[in-house]
């Protein structure tokens, strides 16, 4: 990516992991280009062969990744997909109660606004349907419950299921055992959230609780899906089965806006969620679903997940040594290459929004050096606390650039703290 003046940046972020394979990607950017040739729309009611073929892809994917047998539905964004799975919920269930995590971000659509944790996305607008019911998130570098992990014995995990033991907790008909909640919308690994990846045994923990309940579990793999974090799907870290995926943004590396869901037969057959029950004129359109396709044949490279995660665990690396310069470094960790650094005051816990701000601006200058030349730097802040570089960067990182990231964020961080201080 270069500026107006020609001047390279480094992305460390790739629109929100969108754009997996790196930008002027060969094949997936020849795909396209034949596909404008070829037949470059057709409305979403008929069929075409690019979408009954990354259809089909996906739902293979999900046997493989789940051994669960569905189908899929494409839509425009990924917030018109969470709709859609809204839609597929309540027409399963009649009923409109969800449960979602305190950080989520599931879009900005009045419905995805529901159970997307900010109310400032909600608040001049009013409520289209019931907000959500929002549930700490398991993010153990500040624990909601001010616990430790080593001693916690999943605190967290316990806690929601003490909201289905009395009736008086406001969820369950404890005498038919019927909750009035019927979808848990969880991020495997919460994205815009601050990349917070949650301790190994606790989506099992809650899986036991919402099977027991006939709660559904609906997974939005809009920015942690297709190997961001070095599985296929984020969830598939955690040993559960999801019953509704959601997908977009990485699906055609950022070549065009095409997103979907994945959801169980019950849920999603004809008998059960009939054709027209979502429509939108764009949606699976052939630009898309031929840049679809082209990525799920990148996706089946077999060296794929090894390189992602020996990247993001090099990467990892260096900014655990940046970590040993710089106190306000409160938190290195990742899963693949998807990485978060937490920024802090100097206690190294207390969050310093400045500073993350002041870094990322002075990224965009283009006035860093590498060899004699000028660079310039794209982060990404998120977080619950708007805190932390949330660092998705391509699959196709070098070591040389993760050498670069670090010394343009050394330099950054010497620039912004008053001093390098050991640890
Ligand atoms: C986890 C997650 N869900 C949903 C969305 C909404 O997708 P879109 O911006 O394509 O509507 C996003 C976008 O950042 C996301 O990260």
Redesign the pocket.
């Known amino acids: 990516m270069y500026d107006y003046r020609g001047i390279p940046y480094l992305d460390l972020q790739m629109w ?2 969108a754009v997996n394979f790196g930008y002027k990607n060969k094949p997936v950017n020849d795909a396209v280009r034949n596909q404008i040739d070829r037949l470059p729309q057709l409305a979403s009611q008929y069929l075409h062969r690019e979408k009954i073929e990354l259809a089909a892809a996906i739902s293979k994917q999900m046997q493989k990744s789940f051994r669960a047998k569905g189908r899929v539905h494409f839509n425009v ?4 997909a ?1 709709e859609d799975s809204i839609k597929i919920i309540r027409k399963a269930t009649g009923k409109t109660q969800f449960f979602a995590f305190q950080g ?6 009045i419905a ?1 606004s529901e159970i997307t944790s900010s109310y400032r996305y909600r608040k001049p607008y009013g409520h289209f349907s019931n907000r959500a019911e929002f549930i700490p998130y398991p993010y153990c570098f500040r624990c909601p419950y001010a616990k430790r992990f080593d001693t916690c014995k999943y605190y967290c995990a316990d806690q929601f299921g003490r909201l289905f033991e009395t009736e008086y907790n406001s969820i369950v008909d404890t005498k038919t055992g019927e909750s009035e909640f019927v979808a848990f919308y969880i ?1 495997a690994i919460q ?2 959230g601050g990349y917070i990846v949650p301790p190994p045994d606790y989506y099992r923990k809650i899986k036991k609780i919402l099977d027991h309940f006939k709660i559904y579990l609906v997974d ?5 899906g297709f190997y961001r974090t070095g599985k296929f799907w984020a969830l598939e870290h955690f040993g559960i089965k999801p019953d509704v995926v ?1 997908f ?2 990485a699906l055609t590396n950022g070549m065009n ?1 095409l ?1 979907g869901l994945w959801a169980k037969e019950e849920l999603v057959k004809p008998e059960a969620f009939p054709p027209g029950s979502t429509h939108s004129t764009f949606s699976s359109n052939p630009m898309g679903t031929t840049a679809g396709l082209e990525v799920m044949k990148l996706l089946q490279d077999k060296t794929l997940a090894s390189r992602i995660n020996s990247s993001g665990k090099k990467f990892i690396c260096m900014l655990k040594k940046l970590q040993k310069k710089y106190k306000e470094i409160g938190d290195v960790s990742g899963l693949g290459l998807a990485i978060r650094l937490e920024i802090c005051e100097k206690d190294g816990i207390t969050p310093n929004r400045r500073l993350v701000d002041r870094i990322f601006q002075a990224g965009l200058e283009g006035d860093l050096e590498y060899k004699g030349k000028k660079y310039g730097l794209v982060l990404d802040i998120g977080g619950h606390y708007k805190n932390i570089f949330t660092l998705s960067p391509s699959f196709y990182i070098t070591d040389e650039e993760i050498g670069m990231a670090y010394k343009f964020l050394d330099e950054l961080f010497g620039r912004f703290t008053a001093s390098k201080h050991k640890r």
């Open positions: 929100y992991s964004g990924g917030s018109q969470i989520s971000y599931h879009g900005r659509t995805a991020e994205g815009t939005d793999e809009i920015q942690m959601v977009g943004k806006p997103s």
